[in-house]
């Protein structure tokens, strides 16, 4: 059962996510100095997907947890669900670089994408076994974006074995929060990241994301407590003109030891709590249909819409296209329909289609079991 609410925040997500790639493949933008840290403030939509699934997590394993067959059910699940589209935009990603390659004789003609260096063996089988987040030599190759992915994985797998024996109320979930905290941001400002081949790798690994998930864990804990949720509704229109306000303020916020996306997913945080509790009714926003649908079809619009925007880039810039705004406007406006029309049509579909047979594949084996 669908949470319409949480599609809507999903939803957001994906569209913030999105309009980010938008602008920073538009390599006119990259040149208007005042609005690129704006700009790039959308990039917490992932931190947004983080917090959500921590809190998604949380809910599905502990309703599971006590059941027979419960780890098997959500390893089962969530393997069905990543895995499958992972690997056939594997085999897209490297098919488009190298067929961009052929015809361009540029060596990374998408940025971010595959180059003739990253092109091995080595950097296929860590991508096949997502290590490439322990590793970071290719990030951002086979599959762009494939960081924020390894991160759910490594945070799926701690799920179980950490993350839930150790968070069993609200009070040992804030005290897990705090540690992550500050184990990340010590692990970020003391150990050696220079030596990273991968710039930004400080803020793409899994210890600098760890907390935005816990922070679901802690909204998971935190919509049980009845005097919260009280708390919440009754200041709820208070609470998330602050957030908000917020969330504004930090666009020009930069602290060694205080990371943005930290601040970030717990704003969202307070706002998911206040839509869970009725405080706010995100159901209203304009368009709410249409995020929800986005939401609904998150983890294939974010597999979809980097290759895309990629390939809208090239033509762009061989039809002449060189103003920001053009630039932009064409990008998002072309990206986001075809990257829409693919997913609904194609891709969602292959998810929906994945996601039964590792249903179809559970009831089988614990029918065997049985």
């Known amino acids: ?17 999105i309009l980010l790639h938008v602008f920073f493949l538009s390599d006119a933008f990259l040149k208007v100095e005042w609005a690129v840290p704006i700009a790039a403030r959308l990039s917490t939509g992932v ?40 690997l056939i935009f594997m085999a897209i990603g490297a098919a488009l670089w190298a067929a961009a390659y052929y015809l361009t004789g540029e060596p990374q003609p998408f940025r971010n994408s595959t180059s003739p260096s990253d092109f091995t063996a080595r950097s296929f089988l860590l991508h096949v076994f997502l290590l ?18 390894v991160c759910e994985v490594y945070f799926y797998i701690l799920l179980p074995l950490v993350i839930i024996p150790l968070t069993p109320n609200l009070a040992a979930a804030l005290v897990l929060l ?18 990273s081949p991968v710039p930004g790798w400080r803020y793409y690994s899994f210890i600098s994301q760890l907390p935005c998930f816990i922070v679901g864990c802690v909204l998971f804990h935190a919509q049980r407590n009845k005097a919260i949720v009280d708390f919440v509704r ?12 917020a969330m504004v303020a930090m666009i020009w916020f930069n602290h060694a ?14 706002l998911i709590l206040a839509a869970l509790t ?39 810039l061989r039809l002449g296209v060189t103003g920001a705004f053009e630039q932009v406007f064409l990008m998002f406006a072309g990206g986001l329909f075809l990257s829409l029309w693919v997913s609904d049509r194609i891709v969602h579909r292959w998810d929906t289609y994945f996601v039964a047979q590792g249903n179809i594949l559970l009831n089988q084996r614990i029918t065997k079991i049985a």
Not at 178 to 195: C, D, K, M, R, T
Not at 235 to 245: E, M, P, Y
Request: hydrophobic share 50%; charged share 15%; proline share 3%.
């Open 47 to 86: 931190q947004l997907f983080f917090v959500l699934s921590g809190f998604l997590m949380c809910r599905s394993y502990t309703r599971l947890q006590n059941q027979q067959n419960g780890l098997l059910v959500y390893a089962v699940k969530r393997v069905a669900k990543i895995y499958p589209l992972y």
């Open 234 to 245: 009754r200041h709820a229109r208070v609470l998330v003109t602050g957030t908000i306000a």
């Open 132 to 149: 490439q987040g322990i590793f970071p030599q290719g990030l951002h190759s086979f599959v762009d974006g494939s960081w924020s992915i």
């Open 1 to 17: 059962m669908r949470d319409y609410d949480l599609d809507i925040f999903r939803g957001l997500a994906i569209l913030a996510v």
């Open 178 to 195: 705090a540690a992550a905290i500050i184990g990340s941001s010590y692990a970020v400002n003391e150990l050696p990241w220079h030596l």
């Open 278 to 316: 009725k405080g706010i009714e995100v159901g209203t926003l304009p368009f709410g249909e249409n995020l929800a649908r986005m939401g609904e079809q998150s983890y294939a619009l974010f597999l979809v819409h980097i290759p895309l925007l990629g390939i809208e880039r090239l033509v762009l």
């Open 257 to 270: 030891w205080i990371m943005y996306h930290h601040v970030y997913a717990a704003l969202f945080g307070v």
